[in-house]
């Protein structure tokens, strides 16, 4: 029975490979900040079923005594502030957990046992300003917020350990991936959200910022497992993660709504404080690569992504109204 570690298991990606990893026979450890916290916001399916251990991203010695103390073997880092809302802010401590986390994770690789092997979260964003779409795995990155700078920065580590020290790492390029455990800061949930809540009754508008900026949207169920293929392929590489396909926020507004008998056009509203320029360059990843050598595919396609996000927004609502 292998030893996995989860940082932020507590988040969308954290919970759904830790559920995975569970199903496939693994013993599961996470690591947080706060365990008390951690207890409070864990996906339930996973109460009693991981084990938790506190651990601050900036203090390096405790990273070292779980390795030891679960002799773990592999290692899956989603620790990081998000992508969504809070890319720009406060940009040191994102460098330090979003960046210097992983290095910390590395060096007590490297002082405990050189053999765990470690998967990274990249992320799209370090790609930025690119002028080339899409995006492949030999694309130049140009990241434009302190997010994507230092997810950069923990990619080029990833390849500096490899490389260096012989480590088994590689680098989930991913790009969006949403699900109902999605936070209110990332407007898939926000819509998702809304939308139900206006069928209730419960709201009458939603307001968003340019509903013509386009993203490669995939489910996070189907993401996470592309990380745990990387660590049972022989061979450490870095792969893009995407569906290769870009849709609209108005798309999903459009879709979320109509979902539900209604027409968005009623009720979203365009608000400037929240709206963002569109890019000149769409976000979209060429997933060639790891479909070719892993055998990975998503399973869930846009429409049945947003109709699987605003069936679990009902449930959730209901669930508190009663």
Known sequence: M???LITG????????????????????VGVARDLKKAVDKLT????????????????????????????????????AYSSGAGMYDDPIAIGDINGLGLTRIFEAIRAVNKDI????????????ATTETPQSEETKVYPRSPYGA??????????IYRQRYGIFACSAI?????????????????????AVRIKLGLSNQLCLGNLDSYRDWGFAGDYVKAMWLMLQNPIADDYIVATGEVHSVRDFCECAFSYLDLDYRDYVYVESDLYRPAESIQLVGDSGK???MLG???????????????????????????
């Open 2 to 4: 292998a030893n996995a």
């Open 9 to 28: 298991i507590t988040g969308q990606d954290g919970s759904y490979l830790a559920e995975l990893l569970i199903n496939n026979g693994y013993n599961v």
């Open 44 to 79: 339930p399916s996973l109460l009693n079923r991981v084990n938790l251990y506190q651990w601050n991203m900036q203090d390096q010695p405790p990273i070292m005594e779980v390795l030891q103390k679960y002799k773990i073997e592999e290692v899956y880092n989603f620790a």
């Open 117 to 128: 092997k470690v998967c990274q979260a990249s992320s799209s964003e370090m790609f930025g």
């Open 150 to 159: 230092a997810k950069l920065y923990a990619h080029n580590m990833v390849k």
């Open 174 to 194: 991913l790009y969006n991936h949403e699900s109902s455990r999605r936070g209110l800061g990332f407007v898939t949930k926000k819509i998702s959200n809304e």
């Open 290 to 292: 790891i479909r070719k």
């Open 296 to 322: 990975w595919k998503p399973t869930v396609n846009f429409f049945d992504l947003v109709k699987m996000m605003v069936d679990e927004e009902m449930r959730n609502i209901k669930n508190m109204m009663n």
